[in-house]
């Protein structure tokens, strides 16, 4: 090969590429056009049945009775199940076993499932599950957070993370600050609700259509249901519409109850919940109560740092746990905390058993430290900025300050260059002067302004769920098809693996296509969950069509008489000894040659430990950064308020697809402002949530983003060796909206002239900041 064509080889190798670069979401035409199949648009077969849950009017109580008659009476019903005609487990739960399927002789929320009815219609089962007669003996009912930790009524031993001495740091720190925090749960709503469709097969054999983060817990619980094994089960998940951690593991419910009925019946049966009965009986993000105590200097240095967080957790255990433990694990944010007390307690309440939600307790953790930092600046009238500035964890080992609190390096610090640009671009500083002229002689209308920054670990906090498995397979055409165990809920995961199977392959975007997540082609997957997606089954799919690459390669140089080293993939072609071989000929010829043309993948991410007991290790394989910038103007006679321009910073390091990844940074900052300001949930006394419903659950609109939202990605190599270098983009962009709730209290703070702290909780509704302003004056 002369040297002109090995450069012009070298070169085109070096350009091509499929990873890094802006690419359509695989199904944004299909979305589009109204043609994505999701599980309720799946043909149904004939024979196929509709089943709905009768649920619990009470929080609290002993069923002494129940009359089906009229239920089994009402028109088209085909059979009604209760827990005694459960063949296997009455259960559900993903962890700790105290989840049944259906209540059995306890009622523990109102909106618990007692039976299930199956018609012929989807209707007429809703319309049979309202006629039970149920006789309830009615038991106290503990309804808050509060009101658990006054009862110490858990779900789950409390967890303790212990660095330094705290009470000796407090009671030495020149200045201090105690005080409570209340900040909300939140409602997933996703689009697509709760839904499975259990078709019957051969030798008790069941496929299980289901709307799910997570196909193989959903197997093992319908195996365990059924009193069957894993391999009778195969579930199958094409897309979500949407998921946002409420399909992690209460999609079980679901997919359980429509199997038990399907193989009852030996017929098809799809159990679709409506929004109001998905609202009332599925968990949302956890509400966190705090109360804390804060020793710092006169510069704002954090010296102390104590935070008791009591989460609802709902009347079983399900994910709150793991949930508490990232609650501890983000309590510093992005903060060096030398001397810290956290405590994080699960409270047992009468209410829905609250669940994974993006962020999965990150912003929990966090957002209590950014409370108390704002509480610091404003104490010592300072700009908030600056004090946390000063107490961001130091670079490398300076002065010994990048070890978080559960003993973890920090060891790739970005969030100084970060925020510097941040702070440059968005004009923060003079922004900031020209808020404060604006309140100065607008005794009404009051604007704020913050910039809040994000530090967020990535990886599952137990260890052993973060592996992934994937099969890559090249037909003889040369096209690809890939199998993988993550799930696409409209996140880009599958466009993602494809733009890496097709950059290892050297091959357009078009030639590889993603297939359904499927059980029965890649076992034992762990959820969708953690900001993984891409990670793990990236790097698996990776993995596989690697192993392609190299049998190809080592086919053509025995084929080509060439050095290994000298062929190149790319532009759909095989490039040897300075001849260009179209990928599907080639293919065509190693597959007459005998060659392997499929493999599986595997990746386990490494690095990682826990110990639960002490809480310290290595739970993070890296962290993703990011700072936000809002600006807000509030109307301090009605408690209204309006975004006016939001400047967003993210590192997804060496993205995989820039064009997704600012997607999802706006969505999630949307998200998280949502939870922070307009989504209120609401309990009335009986224990009946009261906002089931979009009449009553204010989730965020087009009209609520702002006229001007800036979102760029920060320049940043992950030092991990992650996929390609990038970094995960799921759930961090949620906690970027803090800056629009600081934003608010400094615009709330600005009735005061700055020197009273607003007692704002969160979600800051036009009533909670009316309330706030009305505090400020007073004081």
Known sequence: MNKTTESFLQQKTADWAEVGVPRPHESAVLHVMGEATYTDDIPELHGTLHAALGLSQKAHARVRG???SA????????????????????????????????ADGLVEYVGQPIFLVVADTHDNARRAARLAKVDYEELPAILTP?????AQSYVLPPMRLQRGDFRRAFEQAPHRVRGELYVGGQEQFYLEGQISYAVPKEDRGMHVYCSTQHPSEMQHVVAHALGLHSHHVVVECRRMGGGFGGKESQSALWAAAASIAAAKLNRPVKLRADRDDDMMVTGKRHDFHYEYEVGYDGDGRILAAKVEMVSRAGYSADLSGPVATRAVCHFDNTYYLSDVDILALCGKTNTQSNTAFR??????????????????????GKDALDVRKLNFYGRNDEEGRNVTQYGQKVTDNVIHELVAELEANSDYRQRREAVRAFNATSPVLKKGIALTPVKFGIAFNLTHLNQAGA??????????????????????????????????????????????????????????AAS?????????????ARQIRERLTAFAAQAWKADPGDIRFAGNHIHV????????????????????????????????????????????????????????VVDTLTGEWKLLRADALYDAGNSLNPAIDIGQVEGGFIQGMGWLTTEELWWNQAGKLMTHAPSTYKIPGISDCPRDF????????????????????????????????????????????????PPLNAPATSEAILNAVDAVRVA
């Open 66 to 68: 129940i009359d089906l």
């Open 71 to 102: 239920v089994k009476q009402s028109r088209g019903v085909a059979a009604v199940y209760t827990a005694q005609d459960i063949p296997g487990t009455n259960d559900c739960g993903p962890i700790i076993h105290d989840d049944p399927i259906l």
């Open 146 to 150: 509060q009101e658990a930790k006054k």
């Open 359 to 380: 962020g999965f307790g990150g912003p929990q953790g966090a957002i209590a430290i950014e409370t108390i930092i704002d509480e610091i600046a404003r104490n010592l």
């Open 471 to 528: 099969l890559v397979h090249v037909y003889v055409d040369g096209s690809v098809l890939v199998n993988h165990g993550g799930t696409e809920m409209g996140q880009g995961v599958n466009t993602k693996v494809a733009q890496v199977v097709a950059h290892e392959l050297g091959l357009d975007l078009l030639q590889v296509r993603v297939s359904a997540t499927d059980t029965s082609k890649v076992a034992n997957t762990s959820a969708t």
């Open 532 to 544: 993984t997606g891409a990670d793990l089954n990236g790097k698996a799919a990776q993995d596989a």
């Open 577 to 632: 000894a300075g001849t260009a071989h179209p990928f599907n000929e080639v293919v065509r010829k190693a597959y007459n040659a005998r060659v392997q043309l499929w493999s599986d993948g595997f990746y386990a991410t490494p690095g990682l430990h826990w110990d639960a007991a002490t809480m310290t290790g290595n739970p993070f394989f890296y962290f993703a950064y990011g700072a936000a910038v809002s600006e807000v």
């Open 710 to 757: 800036r979102v760029k990605l920060f320049k940043n190599r992950n030092v991990s060796d992650s996929i390609h270098r990038s970094k995960a983009v799921g759930e961090p962009p949620l906690l970027l909206p803090f800056s629009v709730f600081f934003a608010i209290r400094d615009a709330v703070a600005s009735v005061g002239d700055y020197k009273v702290n």
